[in-house]
């Protein structure tokens, strides 16, 4: 099975949860991921731990909301391995 549009489908889900939070916070989490990693928002599938950091930092004490509302998106894509190893680093 093609990873692609799941892997796809989670970034649009993050992306879409990030940007109902505001621009500014949105704009900010884009910027650190550029000057701290050198990478895109897409390139946090590969690197969730990149985006953890970067997410924390931005949203501090409403980090577990955030991973909570992209969670919500999820669906049937919740039971994918990938996905779930995505989200076990992104919680731990």
């Known amino acids: 099975m093609d ?5 796809i489908a989670l970034i649009s889900y993050v992306e879409l949860v990030l ?16 000057s701290l990693y050198d990478c895109k928002i897409t390139d946090c599938y590969d690197h969730p731990d990149y985006l953890k950091i970067v997410l924390k930092d931005v949203y501090k004490e409403d980090y577990d909301s955030v ?5 919500s998106y999820l669906g049937d894509l919740e039971n994918d391995p990938a ?8 919680e731990s």
Do not use: T
Not at 3 to 7: A, G, H, I, L, R
Not at 20 to 25: E, I, L, Y
Not at 67 to 71: N, R
């Open 3 to 7: 990873p692609e549009p799941d892997k």
């Open 19 to 34: 940007m109902r939070k505001g621009d500014v916070n949105y704009h900010r989490v884009l910027a650190k991921l550029g």
């Open 67 to 71: 991973i909570s509302q992209i969670h």
């Open 83 to 90: 996905i779930i190893a995505f989200f076990k680093i992104m």
